[in-house]
């Protein structure tokens, strides 16, 4: 069965320093690797996926993510963090076959940006 | 990518009435997807809606508690019903995608507090 572990309820960094959300994945199959992010009383917005071809895959608001295969690694990454990025992040995997349309999700990390 | 709303946005209910949560999409999709957050939680598949079919329940989820209509392709309802406390969730819609590598995307979500 799929899965994904997100390791770290909260993450501070301070505003303008690199950050990293972690992410693991357990898959059977192609892993299909996807991020979302979730500002308070908002839905689910997604940030970027991975598919298939470079491990660096750019999403929106300047994030990108790093697929690692020998890790089973998805972790998020983003150069210079901004206090307006502070949100709930989850790390989700879809499943495989004829499933492809149910995704499981991780616990999330909130993320805390202080100026 | 397609737009979506969910109404009410939020809603608090007392003990034992049920809610209908309506989900508009501006585009035709055959999969609608509902999804519950608990509190401080990741998000939970609840179940699958096609339209012209029964939905599809994942395990703890059944259609006494959480019955669902699909009368066309851009329309969706999810009823929580005899409400409990533990029912105070916020509810998501989603859209299911054609291939294993389209995107779902997801509703602003309902907030739903029940006294």
């Known amino acids: 069965a799929q899965s994904v572990a997100q390791p770290e309820d909260q993450v501070n960094v301070a505003e303008g320093n690199p950050l990293t959300v972690k992410c693991t994945y357990s898959?059977?199959?192609?892993?299909?690797l996807f991020w979302y992010v979730q500002y308070p009383n908002r839905g689910l917005q997604f940030l970027l996926k991975y598919i298939t071809g470079d491990n660096l895959v750019k999403g929106s608001y300047g994030f990108e993510a790093e697929f690692n295969k020998s890790q089973t690694s998805f972790h998020l990454k983003k150069p210079s963090a901004l206090v307006s990025d502070s949100a709930l992040y989850f790390c989700a995997v879809r499943d495989s076959g004829d499933n492809f349309n149910k995704f499981y999700f991780g616990s999330g990390t909130k993320l805390n940006v202080k100026p | 990518s397609a737009v979506i709303s969910q109404k009410p946005s939020r809603d608090i209910c007392q003990r034992g009435t049920s809610l209908t949560i309506q989900c508009q999409v501006d585009s035709q999709v055959t999969m609608m997807f509902w999804y519950r957050q608990q509190p401080g939680q990741s998000l939970t598949l609840i179940a699958t809606a096609n339209q012209g079919s029964e939905a599809t329940y994942e395990s703890g989820f059944v259609i006494d508690k959480f019955p669902i209509s699909r009368p066309n392709l851009t329309f969706s309802t999810l009823t929580v019903s005899n409400m409990s406390p533990e029912d105070s969730s916020i509810y998501l819609c989603?859209?299911?995608?054609?291939?294993?590598?389209?995107?779902?995307?997801f509703g602003p979500g309902t907030r739903l507090t029940v006294l």
């Open positions: 989603s859209l299911g995608g054609v291939t294993s590598t389209d995107t779902q995307y």
């Open positions: 898959v059977s199959g192609n892993p299909y």
